[in-house]
């Protein structure tokens, strides 16, 4: 599934939690703050960056339990783990402003094993699409990211959906049109490549996966 393909918005019956936290920006009580969701995956740069495009300071994540019967929070243990599985089952980041009660996602990220990833050349010119010097392959588009990285990883069960692969893919399912301020592209790109490099430190492909710590300015195809 291709998140530049597909539209974001995935109806969520039941999705948010209201966590109590009295850290954030103008002494809300709802929610956590940026720097909470995912793990924890987003650093500074990416939490000012989910901030700016929410218009928001406040945010929650899906609660319950996946098809694979874990939490349906994000960990980056589990994205790893889950690398080779069938799409359902991987660990999955979907932000929802806190307060929002349209229970669809603000953005949507998921990390799974490839063994090929996209050429940049080969991409239709249009005006909506922004590629990244990331990885070995990162274009952010209408209704979201992707992020190619070089990360050898091998499939831990027989019945695995990938077999062993070369590359990790970063998804993320964010429309554009539902984001704010002058920088969405950048600013999606900032939040998958901050995801991307915690699960590339975990996944030990670190020093292969081409990811550095500020995001470049991209270039539209």
């Known amino acids: 599934m291709n998140a530049l393909a597909i539209a974001a918005a995935v109806v969520l019956v039941g999705g948010c939690s209201n966590n109590a936290d009295d850290s954030g920006a103008g002494g809300q009580n709802t929610g956590v703050a940026a720097g ?10 990416a939490s000012a960056a989910l901030r700016r495009l929410a218009g928001s300071d406040r945010f929650d994540e899906l609660t319950g339990t996946n098809e694979a019967g874990e939490p349906n929070t994000f960990s980056v243990s589990r994205a790893v783990k889950h690398l080779h599985d069938e799409y359902v089952k ?3 980041c979907r932000v929802y ?7 669809q996602p603000l953005l949507d990220v998921r990390f799974s094993a490839s063994s090929n990833h996209p050429s940049a050349s080969a991409e239709a010119s249009t005006g909506d699409r922004v590629s990244y010097p990331l990885g070995v392959y990162a274009l952010a588009g209408s209704n979201g990211a992707d992020l190619f990285f070089r990360c050898t990883t091998k ?8 077999g062993d692969t070369n ?3 970063a998804e993320m399912s964010a429309v554009a049109n539902n984001m704010r301020g002058d920088s969405v592209n950048q600013d999606r790109m900032v939040v998958l490549n901050s995801m991307a490099r915690a699960v590339a430190e975990a996944a030990g492909c670190a020093s292969t996966a081409a990811l550095p710590a500020k995001v470049p300015s991209g270039e539209g195809t």
């Open 36 to 45: 909470k969701v995912c793990d924890g995956t987003l650093d500074a740069s």
């Open 97 to 103: 402003k806190s307060g929002d009660t349209s229970d």
């Open 155 to 162: 499939a831990t069960t027989d019945n695995a959906s990938v």
């Open 167 to 169: 590359y990790v893919k």
């Open 90 to 92: 991987r660990s999955a």
